[in-house]
């Protein structure tokens, strides 16, 4: 029981983190700005 519990918040964890990422990504003003917020997603370790 408690392992399906750990689960569940994972995964509740997981989406929360891509809407997050997702909100962020779409809040770019043009197409530059929105490049450099992926290329800083993909050098910040936290994103691995």
């Known amino acids: ?6 689960l569940c918040l994972e995964k509740a964890l997981d989406r929360a983190e891509n809407s997050r990422r997702d909100a962020y990504l779409s809040s770019a003003v043009d197409m530059e700005e929105l490049e450099r917020r992926m290329r800083a ?3 910040d370790r936290r994103y691995e």
């Open 1 to 6: 029981m408690f392992v399906y519990l750990l």
């Open 41 to 43: 997603m993909e050098t």
